[in-house]
């Protein structure tokens, strides 16, 4: 495929707000991962919470859920919606499609809706609407009015790949020429739901999640909102780092469980680096799905290690952000984007890594010329894709 400009990128997560708290957050080691206090969840386990979000604007109340407010925190860092806004004077608004992704969109405020029903008839509150908070499809409805755009949206939400997804399919609408440029991300917000259903799973650690670590015990839940936008050329003089390639597969092995050799992984890795027309051995990070639950990350190691060898650094970036589940594609490549922008290898911590798990792990940032960064999002039921991201051309 021909690389596609990432012109502007940002994120929001338990780590902070915008690029620079991301990369000063992996530089010190820090982990944003807190005893879980959300909400009326009483769970032992770690979360990754954002704490304070904004309210949404006036104009757009209607939209107000968990979910759009951690949109909206996204979508002012870095002067996410100041670049979107020039894009739109270079493009037109009708030339720039949105594609997101989630797994449980606003589900929050369905949640506290059914709590709230009318104790006689069941009904729920009257100022409940699914149709603009809990829909999948709310999180493209609301970012498209937010930003002022008119092309075409879409909400992808293959559970954890989901917004890794979205740069594959922006990217056939670009090569196809549906559109010049595409908002590309992916939300998700802690829920009752969520916590709940993984803990019901014996899924969630009872402390901070250790991916890759001899004595990892589960996942460790987390929220996040991250954007990019992605440019069918570059503005002149710009210098951008690059999507130069995708790769999705779908092994079905089990519904909640990786294929044990992680087959469906090593399928995307390759396709990724097929599209992106390089060899693995031009790869200089991996940034792995690395959930910390044990199956899960024996299986990825196995995939890595067949594809990339294991002397290539990796690392899952899980234990600092939690799993921020259909958030966690985009948040990930944001953090790619970061270690190309800005030199650096992220740290995944752990204590002690497993030894049966042969890759080359990095348990602590440290300073790298990266050129070429692999980035790793698994699904449920197998829902697989790589994303390939390059430098900025020389």
Not at 100 to 127: F, H, K, N, V
Not at 259 to 285: C, F, I, N, S, W
Not at 345 to 374: C, F, H, M, N, S
């Amino acid at each position: 495929m021909r690389p596609l400009p990432v012109t502007h990128f940002t994120a929001a997560s338990a780590l902070g707000v915008g690029r620079d708290a991301h990369a000063q957050a992996l530089r010190d080691g820090r982990s944003g991962l807190v005893p879980c206090r959300f909400e009326t969840v009483e769970l032992p386990t770690w979360v990754g919470e954002v704490a304070s979000l904004p309210p949404l604007p006036d104009a757009l109340a209607r939209f107000d859920s968990r979910n759009h407010r951690l949109a909206e925190l996204a979508l002012q860092a870095d002067g996410f919606a100041r670049d979107v806004a020039a894009c739109i004077e270079r493009r037109g608004a009708a030339r720039i499609g949105i594609v997101l992704g989630t797994s449980t969109s606003g589900i929050l405020s369905t949640e506290q809706a059914y709590r709230a029903r009318d104790p006689r008839t069941g009904a729920l509150p009257a100022a409940f609407d699914y149709a603009t908070t809990h829909n999948t499809y709310a999180l493209a409805a609301y970012v498209r009015e937010r930003l002022a755009l008119a092309g075409p949206a879409l909400v992808i939400s293959t559970a954890c790949s989901s917004s890794a997804k979205v740069f594959a399919t922006a990217a056939r609408w670009i090569a196809t020429g549906l559109v010049d440029a595409a908002v590309v991300g992916g939300v998700d917000s802690l829920c009752l739901t969520t916590l709940h259903g993984f803990h019901s799973l014996q899924l969630t650690a009872p402390g901070p999640c250790r991916p890759f670590d001899a004595r990892r015990d589960g996942i460790s839940i987390g929220e996040a909102a991250a954007f990019a936008l992605l440019e069918a050329d570059a503005p002149p003089d710009e210098r951008v780092p690059r999507l130069l390639g995708y790769g999705e597969s779908s092994d079905a092995h089990h519904m909640s469980a990786p294929h044990p050799q992680g087959l469906g992984a090593e399928q995307a890795m390759r396709a990724a680096l097929a599209r992106a027309g390089l060899a693995p051995e031009a790869v200089d990070y991996v940034n792995l799905h690395g959930t910390g639950t044990p199956s899960n990350d024996a299986a990825e190691s196995l995939a890595v290690a067949r594809v990339v060898g294991t002397g290539t650094p990796c690392s899952s970036t899980k234990g600092a952000t939690g799993h921020t589940l259909g958030a966690a594609g985009a948040l990930e490549a944001a953090i790619c984007l970061l270690a190309l922008e800005r030199g650096f290898i992220p740290g995944g911590p752990l204590e002690q890594q497993d030894a049966a798990l042969a890759i080359a792990y990095a348990p602590r940032t440290r300073a790298a010329d990266l050129r070429v960064v692999l980035s790793n999002s698994f699904g449920f039921g197998g829902s697989n894709c790589a994303l390939v991201f390059g430098a900025p051309p020389p």
